[in-house]
């Protein structure tokens, strides 16, 4: 049976033990503190004496004369043998020299064995069909929108797309057998646009990728 008196021991006890408990809290977390107080310390001591971190390095933007040629430059030819037939390749252009165009180096090549004489820019008409022909000039033709093909006395066929490049040189002055011709035109429901750099070449035969 509890005396008079024990409700007051027992809160007593009760509240002593709280306060303590607080109190150790309180120390833990001030020791915490100080802990990661005195880290920051020696974190920021570490990097005075090392200096400040690096910046990081850019990366090199790759140049020309890292690569002897341009990696895939296309073009296609339509050539003739001896015998005045005309065929298709699928060719690489190589025989660039590094060189500052414009401002910084890119590869470039401009000697073809012939200097321009005549710079065209022509429309072919939708549907437009040619016979058998040779071209006017040794000649590039590139086009520029649009979609034409040629096929040759071989049977081979290759439709341009806006961006491919022709080389030919199967002209009434080839020293083929016959005269070198090949049919052309239009493909698509649209016209098709090309830009024509004439050269004053002589033209070949049994010539496959000149450039």
Not at 38 to 45: A, E, H, M, W, Y
Not at 197 to 205: A, D, E, G, H
């Amino acid at each position: 049976m509890p005396t008079p008196g024990s409700g007051l021991v027992v809160y007593f006890i009760q509240k002593n033990n709280s306060l303590r408990c607080i109190h150790l809290l309180n120390m833990v977390m001030f020791n915490l503190n100080l802990v990661i107080l005195l880290s920051l310390l020696l974190v920021n001591s570490v990097n005075a004496r090392n200096g400040p971190a690096p910046s990081p390095v850019p990366s090199p933007t790759p140049s020309p004369s890292e690569s002897s040629q341009p990696l895939d430059f296309k073009y296609i030819q339509l050539w003739a043998d001896a015998d005045g037939e005309t065929h298709i390749a699928q060719c690489r252009m190589s025989g660039f020299r590094e060189d500052a165009y414009s401002s910084l180096p890119q590869f470039v090549r401009d000697d073809f064995g012939g200097n321009t004489t005549k710079l065209i820019f022509t429309e072919l008409s939708v549907g437009l069909t040619q016979p058998l022909h040779s071209p006017p000039a040794v000649q590039f033709v590139v086009t520029l929108s649009g979609s034409w093909y040629i096929e040759t006395t071989d049977g081979g066929y290759h439709a341009f797309q806006a961006g491919e490049v022709l080389f030919q040189d199967n002209t009434a002055k080839s020293p083929a057998a016959k005269i070198p011709e090949h049919y052309s035109g239009t493909v698509g429901d649209v016209p098709c646009q090309q830009m024509v750099i004439q050269l004053n070449r002589t033209p070949n035969v049994d010539s496959v990728c000149p450039f």
